[in-house]
């Protein structure tokens, strides 16, 4: 039997699409992880379902490439919302619910299969400070440490190493940030994510976690911030009283592109 899919990326963080509203998929985790396997399957670091809501526009559902359901993922956001538009579903404003709420998408310019999206993520009200590190949820949990340069970094094995460390075991594991300063309201980063357990292009998460920490740790007057990750470029605005930890209007804006679309044979995952 086949199925209809797309695939979406945003800034090199790409995703299996699959509409959900009118065929319910199963997706057990033997099958995710297969269409997500590279070579093997479609290839890909997650896939959302979208489905739909009795209270908004749809519902995202995100599950890692390992096939496990997930946190909230901010490019997978942006990307659904284009998806979303695609599928003719609202207008230039969209509301859906993720994991951890609802969130509200605005489409700042669509133009065939790509666009940029300003996406409103959950308020983040504490922020754990360590001596090596900070960590905070921005919808998924993060860990983020400064570096001199990210270039440098093994994130590969010292990014497995700190999210299946026994300081993090409680957590569920984390995802790992290594963030560098490269001027006052401009970060560049590299991120291992838990679920795909390897480096990714980009993470919105971890992009929108890198810049409150560096409002908070060094910058308390910067609440803009260009994020530049291997992927491209996001951007990441906040509200924020001096002298908390709490962050209001969190709004990370990137790209998101279709890439292509097409049919698989359920019976083959």
Same mark, same amino acid.
């Given at each position: 039997?086949?199925?209809?899919?797309?695939? &979406?990326?945003?800034?090199?963080?790409d /995703?299996?699409?699959?509409?959900?509203?009118?065929e319910? /998929?199963?997706?057990?985790?033997?099958?995710?992880?297969?269409?997500?396997?590279? +070579?093997?399957?479609?290839?890909?670091?997650?896939?959302?379902?979208?489905? !739909? =809501?009795?209270?908004?526009?749809?519902?995202?559902?995100?599950?890692?490439? =390992?096939?496990?359901?997930?946190?909230?993922?901010?490019?997978?956001? $942006?990307?659904?919302?284009?998806?979303?538009h695609?599928l003719?579903?609202?207008?230039?404003r969209?509301?859906?619910?993720?994991? =951890?709420?609802?969130?509200?998408?605005?489409?700042?310019?669509?133009?065939?299969?790509?666009?940029?999206?300003?996406?409103?993520?959950i @308020?983040?009200r504490?922020?754990?400070?360590?001596?090596?590190?900070? /960590?905070? @949820?921005?919808? !998924?949990?993060?860990?983020?440490?400064?570096?001199? !340069?990210? $270039?440098?970094?093994?994130?590969?094995?010292?990014?497995?190493?700190? $999210?299946?460390?026994?300081? /993090? %075991?409680? +957590?569920?594991?984390?995802?790992?940030?290594f963030?560098?300063?490269?001027?006052?309201?401009?970060?560049?980063? $590299?991120?291992?994510?838990?679920?795909?357990?390897?480096?990714?292009? %980009?993470?919105?998460?971890?992009?929108?976690?890198?810049?409150?920490?560096?409002?908070?740790?060094?910058?308390?007057?910067?609440?803009? &911030? %260009?994020?530049?990750?291997?992927?491209?470029?996001?951007?990441v605005?906040?509200?924020?009283?001096?002298?908390?930890?709490?962050?209001? =209007?969190?709004?990370?804006?990137?790209? %998101?592109?279709?890439?292509?679309?097409?049919?698989? @044979?359920?019976?083959?995952?």
């Amino acid at each position: 039997m086949g199925r209809k899919f797309s695939k &979406y990326h945003g800034a090199g963080n790409d /995703f299996v699409m699959i509409d959900g509203r009118t065929e319910p /998929f199963d997706a057990t985790p033997e099958r995710v992880a297969a269409l997500c396997r590279r +070579r093997t399957g479609i290839g890909a670091d997650g896939l959302m379902i979208l489905e !739909s =809501d009795p209270a908004e526009e749809f519902r995202m559902r995100y599950f890692n490439a =390992d096939g496990g359901e997930a946190t909230m993922c901010g490019n997978g956001g $942006r990307c659904i919302a284009l998806f979303a538009h695609h599928l003719g579903i609202g207008g230039m404003r969209k509301r859906f619910i993720g994991v =951890d709420g609802p969130h509200t998408a605005e489409l700042l310019r669509v133009e065939g299969p790509e666009g940029e999206i300003r996406l409103g993520m959950i @308020d983040v009200r504490r922020v754990e400070v360590h001596p090596e590190y900070l /960590f905070l @949820d921005t919808g !998924s949990p993060h860990y983020v440490e400064f570096v001199e !340069s990210v $270039r440098g970094v093994d994130v590969a094995g010292r990014g497995a190493a700190i $999210r299946h460390s026994a300081a /993090f %075991a409680a +957590r569920g594991g984390t995802n790992v940030n290594f963030v560098e300063i490269v001027s006052d309201g401009h970060i560049r980063i $590299r991120t291992f994510e838990r679920g795909v357990e390897a480096e990714t292009l %980009a993470c919105g998460t971890g992009a929108t976690a890198a810049a409150i920490v560096a409002n908070f740790a060094l910058q308390p007057r910067t609440v803009r &911030y %260009a994020v530049s990750v291997p992927g491209g470029e996001l951007a990441v605005r906040f509200s924020h009283e001096p002298g908390t930890q709490t962050y209001t =209007d969190i709004r990370l804006t990137g790209p %998101a592109r279709r890439v292509f679309g097409g049919v698989f @044979d359920s019976e083959n995952f």
